[in-house]
């Protein structure tokens, strides 16, 4: 049996109905926000603490537009039909809602849970709690959380290997032995890693080491690292680095 998770994906409109049939059913209906970039462990561990607070979990989630309005002109880093769509993947979620503005308050309003949670970062003084009371509706501060586990400390990460990779960007490499064949395949080996090489075979033994200052100075180039690659491993030592 096919299931299309897109069809949890619903505009504001028709998650009014819906939540509006749901509670007629008696069902608890629980929400959460949030823009969902990168999502990782400490969202799904979130959303499994909120869903087991109720029967539905609806996940009220920024657009592109309302994510760059409060955390600045580079994120999200994922579209908001690809984070819509990955949210609607998750077992946990019912369904998920877009929403424009910096808050969620204006389509808690239109839809509103009879549940809504938080992390405990934002606490019980969140934006949304009059919205939620007003209609009727309790805030949860959930304790579950992973430590060290954030969309933003992971782009961060991202940011200081791409770092570290653009500063070790050359590899010299001093193998007076080497045929043209095991020149070629260390070279590709080397790309596959962002290194290009730079062959000082040429250069006296005696003079090498003072050769990659002058070129690496002249380059520019950052010399975080160095190491010495023999003739029998230099097809397989780089992969190791």
Known sequence: MKHDARKKIVDIKKLARIV?????QGKTVVGVCGSFDLLHSGHTAFLEAAKRRGDVLVVFLNTDASVRAYKGPHRPMFPEGERARMLSALAVVDYVTLFDEITPNRAIAKAPPHIYCKGPDWGENCIEREVVERHGGILAVLSERVD????TAFIARVAKAHTARRNASALFVYLPHITKHGMQTL???????GLRVI?????????????????????????????FISHTDAGTRIGRE
């Open 199 to 227: 062959d000082i075979s040429g250069v006296p033994a005696a003079r090498a080491a003072g050769r990659i200052l002058e070129r690496a100075r002249k380059k520019r180039l950052n010399i975080s690292k160095s190491f």
């Open 187 to 193: 070279r590709k080996k080397a790309r596959a890693y």
């Open 148 to 151: 060290d586990v954030s969309t």
């Open 20 to 24: 509006n049939g749901l509670k007629k």
